[in-house]
């Protein structure tokens, strides 16, 4: 069984399953739910279950990556992007668009991947 890089709008019992199984498999935990008030994905990522912390560098590289979603989301919804917070070991980001959704988790699931 190959390992899921993120779990999106699912039951609070599969995102426990799915943060123990990240805490076996030493990888990040990144989950995404949408936000019922403008219908785009609030996602989270948690750094705690696994023996990672992100360098300044890759921080800036997902606000880099986070600019972009803003600017995607301003220019085809009509909600704004609701806001982010990032250091070294969790991260939110509210507002990230259905269409880029598996790009985005997929794309931070792989910085955290990298040898540094």
Same mark, same amino acid.
């Given at each position: 069984?190959?390992? !899921?890089?993120?779990?999106?709008?699912?039951?609070?019992? +599969?995102?426990?399953?799915?943060? !123990?199984?990240?805490?076996?498999?030493?990888?990040?935990?990144?989950?995404?739910?949408?936000?019922?008030?403008?219908?785009?994905?609030?996602? &989270?990522?948690?750094?705690?279950? /696994?023996?990672?912390?992100?360098?300044?560098?890759?921080?800036?590289?997902?606000?880099?990556?986070? &600019?972009?979603?803003?600017?995607?989301?301003?220019?085809?919804?009509?909600?704004?992007?609701?806001?982010?917070?990032?250091?070294?070991?969790?991260?939110?980001?509210?507002?990230?668009?259905? +269409? !880029?959704?598996?790009?985005? /988790?997929?794309?931070?699931?792989?910085?955290? &991947?990298?040898?540094?």
């Amino acid at each position: 069984m190959t390992f !899921r890089k993120y779990l999106g709008d699912s039951k609070m019992f +599969e995102y426990d399953k799915y943060y !123990r199984d990240c805490q076996q498999e030493n990888k990040p935990f990144i989950k995404a739910k949408i936000n019922p008030l403008h219908k785009n994905y609030f996602v &989270q990522i948690d750094l705690m279950t /696994c023996n990672y912390e992100l360098s300044t560098s890759e921080q800036d590289s997902i606000k880099e990556l986070t &600019q972009h979603e803003i600017d995607y989301v301003q220019s085809n919804s009509k909600y704004d992007f609701q806001g982010f917070s990032i250091d070294k070991e969790l991260a939110w980001f509210d507002g990230i668009s259905s +269409e !880029r959704l598996d790009n985005f /988790c997929n794309s931070l699931y792989d910085l955290t &991947q990298k040898i540094s």
